[in-house]
């Protein structure tokens, strides 16, 4: 009798451990991938400032000096894009991300003149980032005071 309760706490114990270790390599997971992302998302952001203000505070004279860095960080934008499409683990974040790059990419080529027209993708763009970064968690909307 005494085996058999020393072989079955034996077992229990090593349950309890396993569980115990697979939820701290979960944990630890998770934290990578929010770093990555984070990384990703801060260098998207980033570019993406950068193309708004190259597209929007365009002079009139069309130059081959404010194209050709029009065209690069374009490019760039593209790139990072594609840095949160392999990094981000939800679909809705890889869309809004696609979404927003093509709409800064349409104000870079001169084919929108109002910056609000970036704000519905941008705020999509954040409101995914920060879901695929903490899932189950709802972003706050300004107010420290109410859920949302």
């Not at 349950?15 to 979960?26: F, G, I, K, P």
Request: net charge negative; charged share 30%; no cysteine.
């Amino acid at each position: 009798m005494g085996v058999a309760l020393g072989a079955g706490g034996s077992l229990f114990g090593q349950y309890l451990v396993s569980r115990a270790s697979t939820r701290q390599l979960e944990v630890q997971e998770s934290a990578a991938h929010r770093a990555e992302l984070k990384d990703a998302v801060l260098k998207f952001v980033r570019i993406a400032s950068q193309v708004e203000k190259a597209a929007l505070t365009r002079p009139d004279a069309d130059g081959t000096t404010a194209d050709d860095e029009s065209s690069r960080l374009v490019d760039d934008l593209w790139l990072a894009q594609a840095e949160i499409d392999l990094a981000a683990r939800s679909e809705p974040l890889r869309g809004a991300t696609y979404r927003y790059a093509v709409r800064l990419a349409e104000a870079a080529r001169g084919e929108m003149s109002d910056a609000s027209a970036l704000r519905g993708p941008q705020a999509e763009f954040m409101d995914a980032a920060y879901a695929d970064m903490w899932p189950g968690l709802r972003r706050p909307d300004g107010d420290p005071g109410s859920p949302r």
